[in-house]
């Protein structure tokens, strides 16, 4: 309904329809639910399947980088 629609069904006494989202919108929201539940719910399984390294897994592997890179008294590799 237009402004002027308005005024005048306000003038001649009479109420405009009451206009809202109704059932279209309610199953829409509750549609737009139900996608972000299975949404997060497949996120949190791809999330735990990355392994994420220790510190001490770090650690032990800097470890042998430098000892492989490092010359032996001897002068052989």
């Given at each position: ?23 279209i ?18 996120m ?34």
């Open positions: 309904m237009t402004d002027i629609a308005a005024h005048a069904a306000a003038a001649q006494g009479a109420a405009p329809p009451p206009v809202g989202p109704g059932l919108g309610f199953l829409v929201v509750a549609a737009i639910g139900v996608a972000l539940y299975f949404l997060v719910k497949s949190n399984k791809q999330i735990s399947k990355i392994e994420v390294p220790r510190q001490a897994d770090l650690d032990k592997a800097d470890r042998a980088k430098t000892t492989e890179t490092e010359p032996r008294p001897n002068g052989s590799r």
